[in-house]
């Protein structure tokens, strides 16, 4: 089943799912993002992704920074330092 209309899909196309798990239930309509990792999927809808686009591109910025910083250090043979700043 999906969410998206298109020629190449069969099965249920451009409709909403009613989705329960256990006592919750929730609504995916169609244009909803899923976003999937070990811990599960995260469901928004894409009126709550737009407020929440910038601070989560401000996250990963900052995260890439450390990463980079991470990568420096490991490079230089200085992770010690790095961790005991």
Do not use: P, W
């Not at 993002?33 to 996250?59: H, P, R, T, W």
């Not at 990568?71 to 230089?76: C, E, Q, S």
Request: proline share 0%.
């Amino acid at each position: 089943m999906t969410t998206f209309k298109s020629t190449q899909a069969q099965g249920t196309l451009a409709s909403d799912i009613a989705y329960r798990f256990g006592e919750q239930a929730t609504t995916i309509r169609s244009g909803d993002i899923a976003i999937m990792d070990n811990d599960g999927v995260f469901i928004l809808s894409v009126d709550i992704a737009q407020q929440l686009l910038s601070g989560c591109q401000n996250k990963h910025r900052e995260d890439e920074m450390e990463l980079q910083r991470f990568f420096k250090a490991y490079h230089n043979s200085e992770l010690d330092k790095l961790f005991n700043d």
